[in-house]
């Protein structure tokens, strides 16, 4: 069977044109835009210092199993905390959290829809992994081996949940969504109380904060109806660059996550930043507290210098290495998906989907 993919090249080229000569129009107004009102026109991209100061920094990720039998939902959940120490812009020391090789926390349920099982599964990993990160905020301090407390905790993704978390109102796992809003605002008060950053660090993103910001200021580029913030700052960026940083949400009262946050709905801050040239660009989100002190005065110049300090020791794949060590902690295979299912089945009886016994594809 041919597959004609002539009309959607075309519409690629088209639209990577396009975005260009909108980058090349940006990069000129540089210094001129109002992204936040008129009055307000600042640059918009700004150079990064890479920064060697001594620091402690931790990370926090999880892998997720799940199995999905006839008449019961299964979802485990392995969170995982590295602490990494810096001096002389070396790492000194690192530990795990809980340990190098966590075990699961398993969920099961039962009459869920499918829309709600992987809503479950989503909101369950999250609520394991702030669960974790506030463990590390509160407690985790120098332990008698030259690890230090964290001043910074990354977290892998978004710093709030995505609209598709949130349950519908009637929903039977509106209560889980519950719990990791309570989660999410102990984690951000503690990071308060404690000058801890808390950071998070988004590989892939299709935001449009800042597209919607440049439309808004009166910019005529019509392109940026079809196109988000990675793919404009993809050509807008150069090394050791970022953008300014903008609230999470133009109207954060009105947002339909930020709303559940009261008041640390106005402090979620975010950004974009780039490490090398053909780097990728990443979004970064951070909670702005006035008078923190774990990343000095000026709070979002010591973020963005500490990430491009951390990410240069990635020659070919620029990341933080501690988010690198947290994920590959949390790491979960097919191999335990097989495993679980077949622990699960032999001491519930549960039975597989029919589709999973059938003789043919």
């Not at 080229?13 to 026109?41: F, H, M, T, V, Y």
């Not at 100061?53 to 199993?65: L, N, P, R, T």
């Not at 609209?163 to 719990?179: C, E, N, T």
């Not at 010591?302 to 990430?307: E, F, G, L, N």
Request: contains cysteine.
């Amino acid at each position: 069977m041919k597959i004609e993919i002539r009309d959607a090249l075309e519409v690629a080229r088209s639209l990577s044109e396009a975005c260009q000569s909108a980058a090349d129009s940006i990069r000129q107004l540089n210094g001129k835009l109002g992204l936040e009102g008129p009055e307000n026109a600042r640059p918009i991209i700004e150079k990064v210092e890479e920064s060697r100061a001594d620091f402690c920094v931790a990370a926090v990720d999880s892998g997720v199993v799940a199995a999905t039998l006839r008449f019961l939902d299964i979802v485990a959940i392995r969170p995982a905390g590295v602490i990494f120490e810096y001096r002389g812009g070396r790492l000194f020391s690192h530990r795990y959290i809980p340990s190098k090789t966590p075990g699961f926390v398993v969920k099961a349920d039962g009459g869920l829809d499918y829309g709600e099982v992987a809503a479950r599964n989503s909101l369950c990993r999250l609520i394991e992994e702030m669960g974790l990160a506030l463990r590390i905020a509160k407690e985790e301090s120098a332990d008698g081996k030259g690890c230090c407390q964290p001043g910074m905790i990354l977290i892998d993704g978004s710093l709030v949940p995505l609209v598709s978390d949130r349950p519908a109102k009637d929903s039977r796992i509106g209560y889980l969504y519950g719990m990791l809003v309570e989660k999410y605002r102990e984690l951000f008060s503690v990071c308060r109380q404690k000058g801890i950053c808390l950071v998070g660090f988004s590989k892939d993103s299709r935001g449009r904060r800042f597209v919607e910001a440049i439309r808004s200021s009166g910019v005529p580029l019509p392109v940026l109806d079809r196109i988000g913030d990675v793919q404009l700052f993809s050509s807008v960026l150069g090394e050791a660059q970022r953008t300014v940083a903008l609230p999470y949400a133009a109207n954060p009262k009105e947002h339909p996550i930020l709303e559940d946050f009261g008041e640390f709905g106005d402090k979620i801050r975010v950004y974009y930043q780039r490490i090398w040239e053909h780097a990728p660009v990443y979004r970064i989100e951070y909670l702005d507290f006035a008078g923190a002190q774990a990343c000095g005065s000026e709070f979002l110049d010591s973020i963005a210098a500490r990430i491009a300090f951390m990410c240069k020791a990635g020659k070919k794949f620029p990341y933080p290495p501690v988010l690198i060590e947290a994920d590959m902690a949390a790491a979960a295979g097919k191999a335990e998906a097989g495993i679980l299912e077949m622990e699960i089945g032999r001491a519930t009886g549960a039975a597989k989907k029919v589709r999973d016994e059938r003789p043919f594809r």
